[in-house]
């Protein structure tokens, strides 16, 4: 499977040219990096005879999602250890754990101070105590194999480009863009998480120094939004068509756009952002936007 590459057209890109690389096109619900982080661990999972997928995520997690629709898809079991023992009594009141619930997902409630124990050796050997054999993605899905994967975002065409964009989570997208991307090309990340301890990570596995965090626009941090933020990513949509998550892609997209406007690309640049999926969390964000009694995300037209 493959991602279409389409224009942006804006009236202030007069002296750059922007591209957006439309991996959340690649499958309704296993989209964008998640397919492509998946990928490789499900082939090596069948290539252990594993039976059992483990994973953590939170209340409106994209790879929880995706973890129990591929697993339910390739014929394995899955297991979710989710963060937060109060959802244990909300699943029907969220969208993503409901969905992953229909596909088969069984749940491992946790408290958020256990949650911080997530990649300890002692804890995942309780829960192979408890649930038997499985194999195991860590939160998020990186790990060599899902990096692997994200090397293949890039393809011959993306030559042309000299910057690619992308939002980054735990670090294997971009990671793997790093991997893949030509000599002339400049990778630039948009953390969605506060702090810089993600620049070791990145550099254990990226296979040259062409990248630069910018971490100028998490509004916040992880999972924080506020009225601009909504506001800019209901008006790309007016404008575009292309539906943006408010967690990664939607941050990534107008850091780029800011950063265009006030002329950080040298003139001519052309730019490719990806777009790494996440739509389904839009419902999720909207109850929450709800709540806080925000704008909500104009999910009409999304097909989540």
Known sequence: MQSITQKIEFPFFSNVTLYIKREDLIHPIVSGNKYR??????????????????????????????????????????????????????????????????????????????????????????????????YYLPEGGTNSLAIKGCEEILIEQDKMFDYICCAVGTGGTITGIINSSQSHQKVLGFPALKGDFLINEIRNFAKNNRWELIPDYNFGGYGKVDKELIEFINSFYEKSKIPLDPIYTGKMLFGVMDLIKNNYFPEGSKILVVHTGGIQGVQGMNIKLKNKKLPLINDENYDV
């Open 37 to 134: 982080k998946l990928k490789y661990n499900l082939l090596q999972a069948k290539e252990e005879h594993q039976t059992q997928l483990l994973t953590f995520g939170g209340a409106f997690s994209n790879h929880i999602a995706a973890v129990a629709f591929a697993a339910q898809e390739n014929g394995f079991e899955s297991i979710g250890v989710i963060r937060g023992e109060e959802l244990r009594e909300k699943i029907d009141e969220n969208p993503t754990l409901r969905f992953a619930q229909n596909c088969g997902m069984k749940f491992e409630f946790v408290s958020r101070e256990v949650y911080r124990f997530k990649s300890e050796t002692e804890f995942l050997e309780k829960l192979k105590l408890k649930h038997g054999t499985f």
